[in-house]
C-alpha cells in the first residue's frame, strides 16, 4: 500500500531570516517568521515559527506552530503542534499539544502532552503527573514510519 506523502511548508512567512544572517536577542512576533540563518535567544510568536533546512536556532521557542527542518537547541512550547521533519533536530524540552516527527527526524529530550493550552514552563514544574512522551530509536530517531502523539 502507498502512504501519501505528507509536506509541511508552514504557510507562508511574513519574516525570513536569511540563510546568511545572525539575529541575537529576543524576537518578539504577531507574524509567521521562517528562518535559514541564526538565532541565539529567544523567540514568541502568537503565528507560526519554521526553522528551515539550513536554519540553525539555539533559543526557546514559544509559538502556534513550530515546524523543524533544520537544527534546534533549546525548549518548545507549541499551543498547537511541533512538527520535526526528516532532516530537523532537536535538541530540548517540548511542551506541545500534538507532536509528529517523521522517520530520520532527531528529538533529544522531553515531551509533555497538553490537553490544554500550554501553559508556562514554571507552571509546569509544578503539575503532579504530566504524561511524558521520548523518542526511543537509534540515537533517538524516530522508527520507520511518520509518528503522531496527540494528548487525549
Known sequence: MLKKKVHYSGGTPDTII???MICEGKMISELAIRIEG???GEIECTNDVTIGE???VQANIQARVVIIAGKV???IVAREK???LK???LNGNANVRTIIIEDGGIFHGICIMQTDAPE???SNEERPHPKLVSSKGKGGQASS???TATAN
Open 18 to 20: 536569511g540563510e546568511h
Open 38 to 40: 541564526q538565532v541565539h
Open 54 to 56: 539550513k536554519g540553525n
Open 73 to 75: 537547541k533549546g525548549d
Open 82 to 84: 511541533l512538527i520535526i
Open 87 to 89: 532532516s530537523g533536530e
Open 120 to 122: 508556562s514552563q514554571e
Open 145 to 147: 514510519e511518520n509518528k
